[in-house]
């Protein structure tokens, strides 16, 4: 402003410029310069409306733009669509503009138009259209759904393949085996196959080296003892029945030697009680030709708690000594301690179970204990008789789930088999407390209780008496896997199944079949046929399930179609691995020529990823190499 000031005054003859400043001439051309200053700042406003890149800059409402675009026929957006901030709208007048200046008649003109019409921005450069005249083949084959498809009005899919099975036998494959197994005190398999008895199979005899046993011999021993059974496969030894079909059987029966959970990783179903054990000590050496005590002749000891013994073995003072005489010498002290058992001496507590026990100590001097007995135990604990105890190997700390439908069948003590039905505890979240209750009820004097992750149960009856069987039941009824972790014993092979299909919609007592008509159906490998399912219907508008059932029957022969409920389900006449069904959608190719395109510019790929467009692919697998420096070729 102090420009436009001095402009004015330098107009004026030399008196009047007065000095100094401000006076009222000044004060005069100030007022004037303002004025000509916002006339100027106004025309500049003026002129810079008239140009799209400048009109309604910084604004929050567009006033110029949309006199602009008014001259080509364009206005902003209003409701109820969403309305356009001031930088959308310029854009979109320039690339309006653009088409308008342009032509609409070119390819690029319709897409642009397109565009427009649709809301969106696309990247309209010639370079990066995907061009027809570009292409080798400037046509497009496309397959069409036919609308008189009827698949997934009646079936719920639009296709499928279904495949039979054939018969298999009983097949039973245990864990993964280490190179040497230790058969050492389970070293018996007790097998039925197929219709057949229980066959025992003596392992330990049949190996080399029991502690040692490899796989190879196992299966030559069951092979000897039931040909066509055993074979090894991924280190693993496999039980197959000799027959296929429902009629293959395999069954693995309870030894109180079984090898089963080693060499098959089979929980056993019956479990005894352990009789009264007496307290001994069996020394490690032999003593059948008499022992050279050298000096040693004091054996001290205390039996049952109570008696402190203490014989000189050797008064005489011989150094050799016979093993009666050693014998003697202990029973003097103990009537009936000592005795000898394949030139062993051996130390048998007097008192029955628990209360008796033995412990050897060391007298003040010449202690014989280590050339008597080596490196045998020192003491020893009897043992009372015990019930029979299952323990559980299924950790229920987590909860237990149990299908409807299940029950557990128990005997105990050698009584009746009692059948527990648990259907009443069924669900996805059931308690073991209440399971243990249960059982407890049911069995009754045995019981059951829930240690906070297995479940045990355990017979009345102590020592040998007490037992607990679990006999098998079928598989989805019994429940000794999910209480105890216990699984069957018994396992059956398949018969051959034929190939089939079900619907998963379910159809309502009428169908409406007037435009949606036709089934593409195939059966074992032959040709499609195409099923006009309101064929024998009176009202194509009204087909019942069964006019369904039976417009396929027709076509492709009695006994492919049947009604499930309220489903309609597809079966193959013939059972085995070429039995097979296939439903084909109704389609029709269309070949049309192939029409120039264009990438949308506002596609959120660009905005996250940087491009609209990539490919990528990864590399094969390889071997690991390391490639040396040196050229060696010389």
């Known amino acids: ?350 008192a029955p179970g628990a209360a008796g026990s033995l412990a050897v100590q060391a007298p003040a001097a010449h202690d014989a204990a280590g050339v008597l007995l080596g490196p045998a135990a020192r003491v020893a604990v009897g043992r009372d008789p015990s019930p029979a105890l299952l323990r559980g190997l299924a950790d229920l700390s987590d909860g237990l789930a149990l299908p409807p439908g299940m029950r557990l069948r128990v005997e105990v003590d050698g009584g009746p088999a009692v059948d527990v039905d648990l259907s009443a505890l069924a669900g996805p979240e059931v308690d073991p407390n209440a399971v243990a209750q249960l059982l407890s009820a049911a069995l009754a004097p045995a019981a059951c209780a829930f240690d906070g992750r297995f479940l045990r149960l355990v017979s009345a009856e102590r020592g040998t008496a007490g037992t607990i069987v679990l006999p098998s039941l079928p598989a989805d009824e019994d429940a000794a896997g999910p209480l105890f972790g216990v699984g069957a014993r018994v396992f059956r092979g398949t018969d051959a199944t034929p190939a089939r299909l079900e619907a998963t919609v379910e159809l309502e007592g009428e169908t409406d079949l007037g435009a949606a008509y036709r089934l593409a159906l195939a059966v074992d490998g032959g040709a499609p046929v195409t099923v006009d399912l309101r064929a024998g219907a009176a009202d194509a508008h009204h087909v019942t399930r069964a006019e369904l059932r039976d417009a396929v029957n027709a076509a492709l022969g009695a006994g492919v179609a049947s009604l499930q409920g309220r489903r309609l389900a597809l079966a193959s006449p013939t059972e085995g691995s070429a039995s097979r069904l296939e439903v084909f959608a109704r389609e029709e190719t269309v070949r049309r020529r192939f029409v120039t395109r264009a990438a949308v510019a506002d596609d959120a790929a660009t905005a996250i990823l940087g491009f609209q467009l990539a490919d990528a692919r990864g590399t094969p697998p390889g071997l690991a190499r390391i490639v040396g420096a040196p050229d060696l070729s010389r």
Request: hydrophobic content about 45%; aromatic content about 4%; glycine content about 8%.
């Open 1 to 350: 402003m102090a420009t436009a000031i001095d402009r004015i005054l330098d107009l004026l003859p030399h008196t009047f410029r007065a000095r100094p400043r401000p006076t009222a001439l000044h004060s005069l051309a100030d007022a004037f310069g303002g004025e000509l200053l916002s006339a100027g700042n106004a025309l500049a406003e003026v002129l810079r409306a008239h140009w799209a890149d400048h009109a309604d800059r910084g604004e929050t409402e567009i006033l110029d733009l949309a006199l602009i675009a008014a001259l080509y026929g364009l206005k902003p957006r209003e409701a109820p669509f969403p309305e356009e901030p001031v930088e959308e709208f310029r854009d979109h007048l320039k690339r309006y503009v653009r088409t308008f200046l342009d032509g609409t008649s070119t390819v690029r003109g319709v897409l642009r138009v397109t565009a427009e019409t649709l809301g969106l921005r696309i990247d309209d450069d010639e370079a990066h259209m995907d061009a027809w005249w570009r292409r080798a083949d400037d046509s497009v084959t496309a397959v069409l759904p036919l609308l008189d498809d009827a698949a997934r009005a009646v079936l719920g899919f639009a296709r499928a393949e279904a495949a039979g099975t054939e018969s298999t036998p009983a097949i039973l494959a245990g864990p993964v085996l280490p190179a040497a197994i230790d058969l050492r005190g389970h070293s018996t398999l007790v097998l039925s196959a197929d219709a057949g008895g229980e066959t025992e199979v003596d392992l330990a005899a049949a190996v080399a080296d029991p502690s040692q046993a490899t796989l190879a011999e196992v299966v030559a021993a069951i092979e000897a003892a039931l040909p066509g059974v055993a074979s090894a496969g991924d280190g693993r030894l496999v039980l197959r029945s000799p027959t296929a079909g429902a009629a293959g059987r395999l069954e693995v029966h309870d030894h109180p030697a079984d090898a089963a959970p080693v060499l098959l990783g089979l929980a056993p179903r019956g479990y005894r009680g352990r009789p009264e054990a007496t307290a001994r000590i069996v020394g490690a050496h032999d003593l059948s030709l008499g022992v050279e005590l050298g000096g040693a002749r004091y054996l001290r000891g205390v039996v049952d708690r109570a008696t402190t013994i203490e014989p000189d073995l050797d008064p005489a003072r011989t150094g050799t000594v016979a093993l009666q005489d050693v014998i003697d010498a202990i029973n003097h002290e103990v009537p009936h301690l000592a005795a000898e058992a394949d030139g062993r001496l051996v130390l048998a507590s007097r």
